[in-house]
């Protein structure tokens, strides 16, 4: 009698384990699933608001015809500011990562410089206006 109440007692143990592993796997891929889902609804926001401060930005609204053009999309307070937030955040972002490329390339130069002589930077900047004047030679003589 022992011996087989020790083997029931295991097999269902052994089920209620595949049990708990299944329910923490479901759990699991349930909260990843949440997680792109946000992500993506995040993404859509912030291209949603973008798309709203382009096209106010491009026509010149002010806010009172920017709030009754938004008004027929039937958005809630929440759901519009979350766009206009993420939108913002968005174009500060695009505008910061369209500046540092011309901050990067003025510290290359001035690094650049700074390990030249002062001859080599002397003889550059001649070269430079003498390309100048060249270039101003060219022009008058296309034009007539």
């Known amino acids: 009698m022992r ?6 007692e295991k097999q269902a ?6 049990f708990v592993r299944s329910v923490r796997r479901n759990l ?26 382009d096209a ?3 026509s010149g609204m002010n806010e009172e015809g920017f709030a009754a053009w938004l008004a027929p999309l039937g958005l809630s307070q929440d ?3 979350q766009c206009l937030e993420l ?3 968005a174009l500060d972002r695009r505008q910061a990562e369209a ?16 390990q030249m002589s002062p001859e080599a930077i002397r003889r550059e900047e001649e070269d430079r206006v003498r390309q ?9 003589e296309l034009v007539p």
Do not use: W
Request: net charge positive; with cysteine; proline share 1%.
């Open 3 to 8: 011996g087989k109440k020790s083997a029931t």
């Open 13 to 18: 143990a052994r089920r209620f384990g595949k």
């Open 28 to 53: 699991r891929q349930a909260h990843r699933i949440l997680q792109r889902a946000e992500q993506a609804a995040r993404l859509c926001y912030e291209k949603a608001g973008v798309a709203m401060l």
């Open 56 to 58: 106010k930005a491009s």
């Open 79 to 81: 759901c519009l500011r």
């Open 87 to 89: 939108g913002q955040v």
């Open 99 to 114: 500046a540092e490329p011309e901050e990067l390339f003025g510290r290359i130069v001035m690094e650049r410089r700074d």
């Open 132 to 140: 100048r004047e060249e270039s101003g030679r060219r022009q008058q």
